[in-house]
Nanobody
Framework: QIRLAESVGGSVQAGGSLTLTCRTS?????LGWFRQVPGQEREYVAG???????TNENCAKGRCSISRDNTEGTVWLQMNSLKPEDTATYYC????????????????WGQGTQVTVSS
């Protein structure tokens, strides 16, 4: 079973940037990021397959990008032009199948990391 560990998130002002890091114990999985606000369902943000050649960013164009390094077992989520509504707990996720990753069907999860964007 894969293990996932996100780095500490952070607090930034609106318009700022932040990069989240997740270290994994196995590079053979499809990887992604989700976020969740209290009282709401966990929301898909971005995903990347094992080859790194397919990404799917469910955020406004240019505001986030996902990347991975299979040698280091690491996946990153870079977020730019952050807005207060981006405030959430962000979760790293893994799944054998990319389609299942996106719909959270059997995902493995990290512990989550808090991102706070102030206006």
């Amino acid at each position: 079973q894969i293990r996932l560990a996100e780095s500490v998130g952070g607090s930034v002002q609106a318009g700022g940037s932040l990069t989240l890091t997740c270290r994994t114990s196995d590079s053979d999985y499809q990887l992604g990021w989700f976020r969740q606000v209290p009282g709401q369902e966990r929301e898909y943000v971005a995903g990347i397959d094992t080859g790194g050649g397919t990404t799917n960013e469910n955020c406004a164009k240019g505001r986030c990008s996902i990347s991975r390094d299979n040698t280091e077992g690491t996946v990153w989520l870079q977020m730019n032009s952050l807005k207060p509504e981006d405030t959430a707990t962000y979760y790293c996720a893994a799944n054998w199948r990319f389609a299942d990753l996106v719909r959270s069907d059997g995902n493995y999860w990290g512990q989550g990391t808090q991102v706070t964007v102030s206006s």
